[in-house]
């Protein structure tokens, strides 16, 4: 959002206190951010799709030209400041050009973020913008934050939250077919630094096993800050907490696995392209589909190239895997075929998408 949240956020990353962050592309100091991304790749960075704004003194618009996205603007030309004045005022369409743009942001400066999130809310805040969101994430490959909605408890939480979960949305949400969050949260708000400890300490206590997302806003204390937002002394408090030997130790006593969202692309999905040992930078990548069909953990989804592969697939353990073939060689469309002399399924199960059998 602002120079202090870079500043803030950097040596974290550096000193692996943090797993990721997430860019706010229309704001002022993004590319200056963006820039040390691209230094810097081995970082989990994303996107932290931006729809609106809404401090007082500081302030952006869109990403996408003006005249494009009327329905993003208030009458001053910047973003409106709630996420229900995006909902009254915008459409889809002028949502989803707004997200596309930001994304290309990133692109032409030279990096792909490694996932995408939403900013206040926002794209939760309607279900049509919820499945441009979703829509939009499985086009690129970039993953989204996007809760399991098949449970239920989550479902009560967004409706207690204020959200309109539907069972359109639910439906949307069950069908995107990328790696999807258990739980999600952001660290408690206190009246000192020991409370706000004090409540990050029983939040993470009360969790349930799975995959569970903490959002927090570290920033250094500056007099910007103190203007820009009433929220600074929160935000300076939480760019103490993950450095805080006492924070260190208690999570490591609860035995708390970090991970990526590069971590969990890769854990959810595998590559083959015979043509490409890269499979345009997508990771990991296979020569055969066999040798992926052999490497691959159960529920790993195997997307492959178009065209014809000259093999017997055979399974011969418990796995439980997809295969997607028709794949474009930069894994963003599916929309042909890919072909096999035979699947032979001793063990485990396979489904095949878009996989000719010949």
Request: one cysteine or more; charged letters at 25%.
């Amino acid at each position: 959002m602002c120079e202090e949240a870079n500043l803030a956020v950097i040596p974290y990353l550096v000193n692996q206190q943090i797993q990721s962050a997430s860019v706010m592309m229309p704001c002022e100091y993004s590319d200056a951010f963006m820039q040390w991304f691209k230094a810097n790749e081995e970082y989990d960075i994303g996107l932290h799709l931006t729809l609106t704004s809404e401090w007082e003194t500081w302030r952006w618009s869109t990403v996408a030209e003006e005249e494009d996205v009327p329905g993003l603007l208030d009458g001053d030309e910047f973003m409106w400041p709630s996420a229900a004045e995006v909902v009254q005022n915008a459409r889809p369409e002028e949502v989803e050009k707004e997200i596309r743009a930001q994304i290309q942001k990133a692109f032409s400066l030279g990096v792909k973020p490694t996932h995408v999130d939403t900013h206040m809310g926002t794209l939760y805040a309607s279900n049509a913008f919820s499945k441009v969101y979703m829509d939009i994430a499985e086009e690129y490959q970039i993953p989204a934050r996007v809760i399991d909605l098949s449970n239920d408890a989550m479902v009560q939480k967004l409706k207690e939250l204020g959200y309109p979960v539907t069972d359109d949305l639910i439906a949307v949400s069950n069908n995107y077919a990328m790696p999807k969050l258990d739980d999600f949260g952001a660290v408690p708000g206190g009246t000192s630094y020991e409370e706000v400890r004090a409540q990050f300490f029983e939040q993470v206590q009360s969790l349930n096993s799975g995959i569970t997302e903490i959002t927090f806003h570290p920033s250094v204390k500056s007099d910007n800050l103190k203007e820009i937002t009433d929220s600074w002394q929160q935000r300076v408090w939480e760019a103490q907490l993950f450095s805080d030997p006492e924070v260190i130790n208690f999570l490591e006593k609860e035995e708390i696995i970090f991970t990526t969202w590069k971590e969990l692309m890769k854990r959810y999905f595998s590559y083959v392209n015979k043509d490409d040992e890269t499979c345009n930078d997508n990771m990991p990548c296979y020569p055969t589909i066999q040798d992926a069909i052999d490497a691959a953990t159960s529920r790993k989804t195997i997307k492959i190239t178009l065209g014809s592969y000259d093999e017997n697939l055979a399974l011969h353990s418990s796995k439980i895997l997809s295969l997607g073939g028709g794949w474009d060689f930069a894994f963003t469309t599916q929309s042909s075929n890919t072909s096999i002399n035979s699947l032979t399924i001793s063990s485990g199960v396979v489904t095949i998408d878009s996989i000719v059998i010949q």
